[in-house]
């Protein structure tokens, strides 16, 4: 297993840098960003709000997401890597410059000045802790989940665990139209566990604190 990790995280790195790299030839503007979000506030401005599609789910917490991994999960969504019919479309309608705002705008948006930042994850024991060390999962995303290694990646501490569990089955699914997410790395990693396992992945992550947030946000202005 071993052996399989350390190309893993190669790719990881390789991969996260070229990202990175292309993020930064766009400047996201906040301001800009809040002008922009018409259609991210009607799911990702309600608390609680479920999606029924691929199954039922709470939608993200993206207050608080990094910048450049929201501007990264556009594009994948954008380019078909993410299979998801509803939040393609949105990202279809996005520039580049589009995306970068949105993402500036999400990284501040319900953040405190001076807050401290989360503290380093409790260790994980039992079932769980074999699980985490399986799949690597601190050496991309660190170890209190919320300082990922690079910007590109997501923080995924507090984040909900119906949607990680739904995130986490969709770098296995192959051959669905309309489910899945190609990442070489997420789907190396994903294939190795169950569902069950993936499911106990999630509600752990899930559990710790973290900066994600829903802001309630109202439509109308």
């Known amino acids: 297993m071993k052996n399989l990790l350390v190309p893993l995280a190669a790719l990881a790195v390789a991969v996260a840098t070229a990202s990175a790299v292309q993020a930064q030839e766009v400047k996201g503007d906040a301001k800009a960003g809040e002008k922009k979000i018409a259609m991210c506030i009607g799911c990702h401005g309600i608390v609680g709000y479920q999606a029924s599609f691929p199954e039922i789910h709470r939608v993200p917490k993206i207050s608080g997401q990094g910048a450049k991994y929201i501007v990264a999960a556009l594009n994948g969504y954008k380019k078909g890597e993410r299979k998801h019919p ?10 580049d410059q589009d995306m970068a705002d949105i993402g500036a705008y999400y990284e501040a948006h319900g953040q405190v000045a001076g807050s401290t930042p989360p503290p380093k994850a409790p260790e994980a024991s039992g079932k769980v802790g074999e699980l985490l060390a399986k799949g690597a999962c601190i050496s991309c995303h660190g170890d209190n989940f919320s300082k990922p290694a690079d910007p590109a990646y997501p923080k995924i501490a507090g984040q909900h665990a119906d949607y990680l569990f739904v995130a986490l089955k969709s770098y296995k699914a192959e ?6 997410r190609a990442n070489g790395v997420m789907g190396g990693i994903a294939k190795q566990f169950t569902s069950a396992e993936l ?3 999630a509600n752990h992550v899930g559990s710790l604190p973290g900066e994600l947030k829903t802001v309630p946000q109202s439509k109308f202005r």
């Open 199 to 201: 499911k106990l992945l």
């Open 86 to 95: 509803s939040m393609r479309g949105i990202a279809d309608n996005l520039s």
């Open 175 to 180: 051959g669905n139209a309309q489910v899945g």
